[in-house]
């Protein structure tokens, strides 16, 4: 059983009491636990179960604008008085930073909404055991799969942050995980792809066979890529992908990367960053939604952010530290965005396969080469070649490139859009990509 | 040495009982016991942006019979917790049986010292330290808007308690140091990062003012970018100079080399032992041994002593990486290659610090004999798929070729290649084999593990560049 809000209140206040009798002006602790249980597949046979139960908490001392931290996953009382003294130790020889704070008072979350993150279900590693069964039964009809992995993790966490202002809040969440590999074979080549379901709720997730049969479907479709000529090209990204740019541009738009000026869309704010037709929400209300939360990582309440109008950037993700140096109100992205989306675009998506006579379709990328301070962007990637709307065959070993500033403007949002992470996109064409190959 | 049982109701005689009990009818398992210590401490904008200290202290209790495995972590410490994950594996393992095995190679020399690095240096000198890079930085050069300025040092103690009563320990100091500039010249903003570090205190690392050339590596890197024109798209000759950009070889041909993925047929090196994988003169080796470096240890996460484990010989593949479960599964040795991240995680085969060595050429004929190409002299990451072989990386430092002699620089961009045909594209091997400066970090399957990579001056003869410019 996870830990109780009592349990883990009480381990906040003995802190934030201790803390505060140490003679620290300000104080803000954040205490969890998470309980996860896995059980994993391979080609039909138990391969690993896996139970994890883990505390942690960490601690934040204040004196006037001194400010260190410490962490810990030993929750005795004697452990956490030796890292407090030794936390406010560090704190008095800290230099002073004038925007160091707690979060103002006004802004902290006070009517904390009921958002439906917690399923109390449990389900038995029996019962994760059938229902990988059925998966890797359905994943592995078609012969050219020889190989099938998949996994079943329950996950269900509790945490409570409190501040010497008063702050004292925290809830229940859980996730039910399902996730399938396969590698298909023939005798030109071998491929991998997978397909998974991760929601709240039990049961909301998908059915096995269905995950299985995608997962299946989606490698075997992979089998004899070839590798295309150096050229400039539309690119459609499938919906796993396009999420990908949403995430950098978050990053672009922290609050963090503005006030170092690394971002490229430092003094971006009020102008048209993305073509006139793009809009940009970051909604943490949304119900049973994965990225969802009742308030940020320092207490601050969340509002609907509409960060993107009509291609035009509305605003930033600010948390205290980094507006107080920028002059803006914290609202609420003290840990990043939340539920992170492009609205639909006007197309559907047949449509927009259609839409040139010859695209790449991506559907993975590898590499690290997205550059938030240029907006340089060169990943590489597999796909489809798509001619005149159909697909005609498989892509690998070549890469894309090109520059955000430019990309952003270049995009087209297919109205497919689904709730399936935490940051989600249509699929997206970009036009006027660079990519190499032969 | 952490006394893992103190101030918990255990005693070591409790522990080895359920561990013995627990493990009776299985092939292999053990309990880790593991307490780390870590800071980091951090300047960013001209300022003491964070100072962190973290403490973690926890087991995991492993069991396997015959392929499956079944594991439990806690960071709590108590017979409640310990007999809690017995139950757990118990259940799992059900009507699985197996052999354990009691054999365990037991002889290694340790490659470090047993040293706390956090609290060999006070936090006001670290703090010194890290001003001076800001101002050193700020007053050489007025293009430098940004600098961010790093300590990261741990401490981690180790205990593994097999069957049987038999108990292994480690105790692995390690520690980096890392300088990130930022230049803005003409609305042009550009980054230049350099870092050093490994097994040893901070001070050995920082001794004769050292932080000062991890600066001017940082910001010779940034005022080359700022000069850089679009880097070429498409096939062509790739020089890659010494030491770092060896996470060609960690990508291309390392992750393909672990075990798991070979006895699960999943990477495309499965069925290639013994055949010729690399041009002739291509010899890797992966080496747990040598002193001090960051992907070094005494033993690895199973208590097995590392080696120098050889992988491909003269251009023939003679080994893969192996931890206990898969090396039993394939019927040969452990290379001492187990490792995990923590308590909280598995034990997975893993590169320890993977080289290719000299030969005889160098780097100036290697330039010499390409008509166009680039030089790529450093990097940022890189990534596999296991199954397809294909390879990226990303140069974050790069030169034209031209007509043999090296031109302007380049953006930074991503290389691919396929891992089973690209040592066979090596043309020239250099005579000038170098370490990484002792910043590498691993990831697979959500685990990073600090790790190292060095080689010499190689020529390809063929990789796809993935520039702009067509």
């Known amino acids: 059983m996870i830990k109780d809000e009592e349990y883990l209140k009480s381990k906040a206040s003995y802190c934030l009491d201790l803390a505060k009798k140490l003679g620290a002006t300000d104080v803000s602790v954040t205490v969890g636990n998470s309980i996860s249980e896995t059980v994993s597949f391979r080609n039909k046979v138990l391969d690993e179960s896996n139970r994890s139960d883990s505390l942690a908490i960490k601690i934040e001392t204040y004196l006037g604008k001194k400010k260190s931290s410490i962490s810990s996953s030993n929750l005795l009382d004697e452990n956490l008085k030796t890292l407090i003294e030794k936390c406010f130790e560090t704190t008095k020889i800290t230099p002073n930073d004038e925007f160091n704070s707690l979060p103002d008072k006004e802004l902290l979350a006070n009517n904390i909404k009921d958002l439906n993150l917690y399923d109390q279900s449990h389900i038995e590693n029996d019962k994760k055991i059938d229902y990988l069964k059925e998966l890797e039964e359905t994943a592995s009809i078609d012969k050219k799969i020889i190989n099938t992995e998949s996994g079943f993790t329950e996950n269900k966490s509790n945490f409570i942050l409190a501040n010497s202002d008063g702050f004292c809040n925290g809830y229940k969440s859980s996730s039910f995980t399902a996730s399938c590999v396969t590698v298909a074979k023939n005798e030109n080549s071998m491929e991998r792809d997978y397909e998974f379901t991760s929601k709240c709720h039990l049961n909301d997730i998908t059915n096995p066979s269905e995950l299985g049969e995608t997962a299946a479907k989606h490698t075997i479709k992979k089998l004899n890529p070839k590798k295309i000529g150096s050229d400039k090209l539309s690119i459609i990204f499938d919906k796993r992908i396009s999420k990908g740019f949403l995430s950098s541009f978050a990053g672009s738009i922290s609050a963090s990367s503005i006030a170092r000026g690394t971002s490229f869309l430092k003094d971006k704010l009020n102008q048209p960053i993305f073509s006139n037709s793009i809009n940009v929400i970051d909604k943490p209300d949304l119900i049973k939604g994965m990225g969802s939360k009742c308030f940020d990582s320092e207490g601050v309440k969340t509002d609907t952010l509409k960060l993107v109008s009509d291609g035009i950037l509305n605003n930033y993700l600010v948390d205290t530290y980094n507006g107080k140096k920028l002059n803006l109100k914290s609202n609420g992205r003290s840990g990043g965005s939340t539920n992170l989306y492009f609205e639909n675009g006007n197309i559907n998506y047949d449509d927009l396969l259609k839409s040139h006579s010859k695209i790449l379709y991506v559907t993975e990328t590898i590499g690290h080469g997205t550059n938030l301070v240029t907006g340089d962007y060169s990943v590489g990637a597999t796909g489809f070649l798509v001619e005149d709307g159909e697909f005609k065959y498989p892509v690998n070993e070549i890469t894309i490139a090109g520059n955000f500033n430019e990309m952003f403007k270049n995009i087209t949002l297919a109205n497919d859009l689904e709730f399936k992470y935490s940051v989600n996109s249509p699929t997206m064409m970009i036009d006027d990509m660079t990519v190499a190959g032969k | ?470």
């Open chain 2, 1 to 470: 040495m952490s006394n893992f049982f103190d101030k918990s109701d255990l005693t070591r005689k409790d522990v080895d009982k359920i561990v013995s009990e627990t493990l009776k009818d299985c092939d292999d398992g053990e309990i880790y016991f593991e307490n780390s210590k870590s800071e980091s401490i951090l300047l960013d904008d001209n300022k003491i942006k964070s100072s962190n200290y973290s403490s973690d202290l926890g087991f995991g209790f492993r069991a396997i019979s015959n392929e499956v495995v079944a594991y439990s972590h806690s960071n709590e410490i108590s017979k409640n917790a310990l007999k809690n994950s017995a139950e757990n594996l118990k259940s799992t393992l059900k009507s699985i049986k197996g052999t354990y095995n009691h054999e365990i190679p037991k002889t290694n020399n340790k490659f470090y010292d047993d040293i706390n690095p956090i609290e060999q240096k006070t936090l006001d000198a670290k703090l010194k330290v890290l001003n001076k890079v800001n101002d050193y930085l700020r007053k050489k050069d007025s293009t430098v808007k940004q600098v961010t300025a790093s300590f990261s040092g741990e401490q981690k103690s180790i205990e593994i308690i097999r069957s049987g009563g038999e108990a292994l320990t480690d105790v692995r100091p390690l520690i980096r140091f890392n300088v990130s500039v930022m230049l803005e010249k003409n609305g042009r903003k550009e980054t230049g990062v350099y870092g050093i570090g490994g097994r040893q205190s901070y001070d050995e690392y920082l001794k004769n003012d050292n932080w000062k050339n991890v600066c001017e590596e940082a910001l010779r890197i940034a005022s080359v970018n700022l000069d850089s024109k679009p880097a070429p798209a498409g096939e062509m000759k790739v020089v890659l100079g010494p030491g770092w950009p060896a996470i060609l070889i960690h990508e291309a041909i390392g992750h393909g080399l672990e075990g798991d993925f070979n006895r699960k047929k999943t990477s495309a090196f499965h069925d290639l032992m013994g055949q010729k994988v690399a041009s002739e003169g291509v010899t890797i080796v992966d080496d747990g041994t040598i002193d001090k470096r960051r992907g070094s240890l005494t033993i690895d996460d199973e208590g097995t002593p590392t080696e120098r484990t050889v992988l491909i010989e003269n251009g023939i593949l003679k080994n893969f990486m192996q931890d206990r479960l898969n090396a039993r599964l394939m019927n040969t040795r452990s290379t001492g290659s187990g490792r995990r991240e923590n308590y909280k995680h598995i034990v997975l085969p893993r590169m320890r610090n993977t080289m290719m060595l000299s030969g005889n050429q160098t780097q100036d004929e290697m330039i010499k004999s390409v008509d166009k190409g680039i030089f790529a002299v450093s990097f940022g990451g890189g990534q596999v798929d296991i199954t397809s072989g294909k390879f990226v990386f990303n140069c974050t430092e790069a030169y034209e070729i031209i007509n043999g002699k090296i031109g302007s620089p380049i953006k930074g961009a991503t290389l691919i290649g396929d891992g089973p045909s690209i040592l066979k594209e090596v043309s020239m091997v250099g005579n000038d084999m170098m370490m990484d400066p002792g910043i590498g970090t691993c990831g697979k399957a959500g685990q990073g593990v600090p790790v190292g990579v060095a080689q010499p001056s190689i020529l390809i003869d063929k990789m796809t560049v993935g520039g702009t410019k067509l």
